[in-house]
């Protein structure tokens, strides 16, 4: 039976929220084998001159682990 592993991590972009969360998703797949889930757990971002400055994505991949 497989065991199923999450982390929380937190991608950013200056274009857009669905950017921030698939670079969290590159950046975490050069080390991470086996990622079988993303789900979204919050979007946010840094406001600098009432303009976006940062779209930000909270993210929590699921993935197995290796035995």
């Not at 999450?6 to 991470?32: M, Q, R, Y």
């Not at 084998?33 to 994505?57: F, M, N, P, S, T």
Request: proline letters at 1%; hydrophobic letters at 45%.
């Amino acid at each position: 039976m497989p065991v199923v592993k999450s982390i929380d991590l937190v991608g950013v972009s200056e274009l857009g929220w669905e950017d921030a969360a698939l670079k969290a998703l590159e950046e975490a797949a050069k080390t991470v084998r086996h990622i079988e889930r993303l789900d979204v757990v919050e979007y946010y971002a840094l406001v600098e001159d009432q303009k976006i400055k940062e779209y930000r994505a909270r993210v929590r991949l699921h993935f197995r682990v290796e035995r």
